[in-house]
């Protein structure tokens, strides 16, 4: 199955082993809950997605790489202990705690929540010491003497040994004992991911005219040539953040992330073309409706990748406006449940009201700082996070000015003070969801003037657009006319793929 697939399945199976009955009495018993192991070729997202799925969840996630483990530092270090028996004292042996039980507890007692994902890397990669008592917490969730607390479910991943040299199968009495799920690299899932994850344009482009470039795991003289999804992703992030930096992105990076010669040099030759592409299609001016003919004539007689290239560009100029407006909406909800929880404190004196403020402040800006130090959300997650705790250091400011009188418009309580700030905020996110609306309607005409309104270019942009989850939730609020207009070809979904599809050929042809 393909990732997403997968995504489906663990998270399902981590959700009905959490599920209790009306007495807390978990409904599939401890015992009885199989350890899910993923077993697919590295780099297609198996520890990111488990990370998001606990994050969604609201519960714990502990990492560990089982090659980076001995014997002694999974099963923890032996120690003589005294006891009595039948009236007689032996010593006996006994053993610490093992340092990964030991992170879940840690995980536990930071976090107040007591349940978790154990989340073991390479599983079926451990030495061969470590194997028997790896094998051992599968089946019981113990080391040595120690368990894993209940409502802590085991998620595991491992590499074919196709992929590994260290990978080992295990018994099919130890397989019996499993749940299994096979993953493989699936582009057409992972391009909808990039697209509304914002990866690189010119990675999208490339890969939808160069399919067999998204995943090579290949055996070469000096070790494996690899060119997987994760490298893929961390490649536009560094493309992204170089852009912002000013720095040239040379073949000699391309090749640090795309480590296959072949693969590198021709999307590095690629991100060339389309870095030009990108100064002489001006995307702002097409978005604000003022591209000039010259622009216009050039996309009109551009072969048929370049015309690709420029529906990328402007997918990617919308679709991060759009992002970003719903991070922004999705942080002024959280923020607004936050000072509804506090409205009898502020409605209240003005001591309480301004303790309040700073509570509700406070504890907004150490969920971001957890959330970035953690490093386990997404990059959508931190930013509602961030942007929540901004709106509710604004509401604490505010808070503030109204207890010494000098807030705007002389509000009457400290929640009517609160709740002004967030209206303000709202205003402005609106006029922007307006603004996203009009660059809708004006890349809309722009690629009717150039291709048609039922031009393959146009339909392939409608396409795009309609299997991004935000977009979508964009437009049902915010339908422009000509994005009703264009009704048709957005439901062409099946027409849309089917041009990719044909992309590809002409491009193999």
């Given amino acids: 199955m393909n990732i997403q697939q997968a995504t489906r399945q663990i998270e399902g199976a981590v959700r009905a082993y959490l599920s209790k009955d009306e007495h807390g009495i978990y409904r599939i018993p401890t015992q009885m809950q199989r350890p899910i192991i993923m077993m697919g070729p590295p780099g297609i997202g198996k520890t990111a997605i488990v990370s998001q799925i606990a994050d969604r969840l609201g519960i714990n996630f ?3 790489s089982i090659t980076h483990h001995t014997r002694q530092s999974a099963l923890g270090l032996p120690y003589i202990a ?20 030991a992170a879940a507890y840690d995980a536990i007692e930071k976090s107040g929540i007591p349940e978790g994902i154990l989340f073991l890397d390479e599983v079926n990669c451990a030495s061969e010491t470590l194997m028997p008592a790896m094998l051992q917490f599968l089946q019981y969730k113990t080391f040595g003497q120690h368990r894993l607390p209940a409502g802590w479910v085991i998620v595991t991943a491992g590499n074919p040994p196709e992929y590994n040299r260290a990978a080992r199968e295990f018994d099919p009495a130890m397989m019996d004992r499993l749940k299994r799920i ?5 582009l057409d899932v992972w391009m909808d991911y990039a697209v509304s994850h914002g990866v690189h344009p010119a990675i999208t482009t490339y890969l939808a005219n160069k399919p067999k470039s998204f995943y090579r795991v290949r055996a070469g003289v000096n070790g ?77 007689s551009a072969p048929f990748d370049e ?6 560009l402007l997918l990617d100029a919308l679709l991060q406006r759009v992002h970003d407006a719903q991070s922004r909406g999705e942080a002024l909800e959280r923020a607004s449940r936050e000072v509804d929880d506090a409205t009898d404190e502020l409605l209240g004196p003005q001591t309480a009201s301004q303790a309040a403020a700073e509570r509700i402040c406070t504890k907004a800006a150490q969920a971001a700082a957890d959330a970035r130090a953690k490093g386990t959300a997404d990059t959508s997650r931190q930013l509602v996070l961030a942007e929540c705790a901004e709106a509710l250091d604004s509401v604490r400011a505010e808070v503030g000015r109204w207890a010494l009188g000098t807030a705007a418009g002389a509000p009457a309580t ?51 657009l309609a299997v991004d989850p935000a ?23 099946e027409r849309g793929l089917d041009l990719l599809k044909q992309a590809d050929a002409l491009e193999r042809s």
């Fill in 62 to 64: 502990v990492s560990y």
């Fill in 82 to 101: 005294e006891s009595e028996y039948g009236g007689r004292t032996y010593k006996v042996s006994r053993y610490t705690m093992s340092e990964i039980i």
């Fill in 182 to 186: 096979d993953v493989e690299p699936d």
């Fill in 224 to 300: 494996a040539r690899m060119v997987t999804a994760r490298g893929w992703e961390d490649l536009s992030r560094m493309i992204v953040a170089y852009g912002h930096e000013g720095l040239t992105v040379d073949q000699d990076l391309v090749a640090q992330y795309l480590q296959d010669r072949e693969v590198a040099e021709d999307f590095g030759l690629y991100l060339e073309l389309f870095s030009k592409y990108e100064d002489d299609y001006k995307v702002d001016q097409i978005l604000a409706g003022d591209a000039v003919e010259k622009i216009l004539a050039r996309a009109s």
């Fill in 307 to 312: 015309r690709i290239a420029l529906v990328n």
């Fill in 414 to 464: 400290a929640l009517d003070a609160a709740r002004s700030v967030l209206a303000a905020r709202r205003d402005v996110l609106a006029s922007d969801l307006v603004e996203a609306s009009s660059q809708l309607d004006h890349a809309l005409d722009f690629l009717d003037a150039a291709f048609g309104a039922d031009a393959q270019e146009t339909v392939v942009f409608a396409t795009h």
């Fill in 471 to 493: 977009f979508m939730a964009f437009a049902s609020a915010h339908a422009s006319t000509k994005l009703a207009e264009h009704g048709r070809a957005l439901m062409f979904h």
